[in-house]
């Protein structure tokens, strides 16, 4: 099989990837069209001309049979070996095993006979396989200059032109296969980069519109799209799905007292113990509020919620308990909200919900004489309960 390139985050990943891309499209185009040149060579030699020796036309048929037999050995090779294969190496296989056919078939039909439109299709040959490989330069030149010198070769064996016009002839013809292929990569190679920099440009404005800048987790706008996603994943395997809500106190008065750069840092340290309870890589942690905060755990039913939610507080106290008791004497407290998703519930009513579990949780924090931290359950239509 051929090594398929996987797409890296700089840019010479994504032009490599991008060769490849090229590279496939150009075997499909030179071996399309060599077979439409092969084809006409072969109608013009068998019917346009019926006074050519039987033994020319022979070795056409041969040269064509070698072409293709080589041709079936290297697709087959490409499919079927176990290891991986270079797309460089296809390339140049392809373009050696071309080039040298039409190199061959220039002596061979003109040595004694006036074939002389065989220039006009080894010109389409040469042009066609600049287009074909130019993302990689070794593969034209293997495919062009084979046939070039082959040409040139011909004309003053035969001595149908002086050796300096032939020559010259030569000369003109590398030239342009030269120019063309240099100007064919340098817009390639600039389209390519300009695209790999607008996405991800692109990639980045989307990832900053979906992350908290202060925390670094998902915002509220990326926990929507995500509850959405998991309600379908829930919907459709007729799955459990839980929801924490998690609020912090008292992080007002924390930034009444000390100011609001205090207030990101302690910010961060929660984010930090969130992140140190949740465990598995499809939970997902957001921040929904200015102190206010979610946890989606898909697969996740109430008892499994419980687990977690109590590893949660514990690692929020470790990162933030330190901290705050130097400015308030007293440590935060972790309140935290579990919905249980319903088949009948979409986005809008969790999130409803949601809110309405943040303010029973602050009332009852606030009503409490004894401040310390909450696990509840709130009932989508009954409210909280302890």
Wanted: net charge negative; aromatic share 10%.
């Amino acid at each position: 099989m051929i090594h398929h390139i996987d797409s890296r985050s700089n840019g010479q990943g994504y032009l490599e990837q991008q060769k490849f891309d090229r590279q496939l499209q150009g075997w499909k185009l030179i071996t399309a069209t060599s077979v439409l040149l092969l084809g006409l060579i072969a109608i013009e030699l068998f019917w346009g001309q019926p006074t050519i020796d039987s033994s020319v036309k022979s070795s056409f048929s041969g040269v064509v049979a070698v072409l293709g037999v080589g041709a079936l050995a290297l697709w087959t090779v490409v499919q079927i070996i176990t290891f991986r294969v270079r797309w460089q190496i296809v390339s140049l296989a392809l373009a050696g095993l071309l080039g040298i056919g039409w190199a061959v078939l220039f002596p061979l039909l003109l040595h004694d006979t006036y074939f002389t439109t065989l220039y006009v299709y080894g010109d389409l040959f040469i042009f066609l396989s600049v287009v074909a490989f130019f993302s990689y330069r070794p593969a034209v030149y293997l495919a062009a200059l084979p046939v070039l010198a082959s040409f040139l070769f011909t004309r003053v064996s035969s001595e149908l032109d002086h050796e300096a016009i032939s020559f010259l002839s030569l000369t003109s013809r590398l030239l342009i296969v030269i120019v063309i292929r240099e100007c064919l990569y340098h817009w390639f190679h600039s389209s390519v980069l300009h695209e790999f920099e607008e996405k991800r440009l692109r990639k980045e404005l989307a990832s900053v519109s979906l992350v908290d800048p202060i925390t670094g987790l998902q915002n509220n706008r990326h926990f929507e799209l995500m509850l959405d996603r998991e309600i379908m994943a829930a919907r459709r395997h007729n799955s459990e799905m839980t929801v924490m809500v998690v609020s912090i106190e008292p992080l007002r008065l924390y930034t009444m007292t000390c100011g609001y750069n205090a207030y990101e840092d302690l910010l961060k340290r929660v984010a930090k113990g969130l992140r140190r309870g949740v465990y598995r890589p499809r939970d997902f942690i957001s921040r929904v509020g200015s102190d206010e905060f979610a946890v989606l755990l898909p697969d996740t039913d109430l008892s499994g919620a419980k687990v977690v939610a109590e590893r949660i507080q514990r690692h929020v106290h470790r990162c933030c308990d330190n901290l705050v008791k130097l400015d308030l004497e007293e440590p935060v407290c972790v309140m935290i909200s579990i919905l249980e998703w319903a088949p009948s519930c979409n986005v809008n009513r969790m999130s409803k919900s949601m809110h309405d579990a943040i303010n029973e949780l602050r009332e009852q924090y606030e009503e409490s004489d004894e401040k310390g931290d909450i696990v509840a359950r709130y009932e989508l239509l009954q409210g909280l309960r302890e």
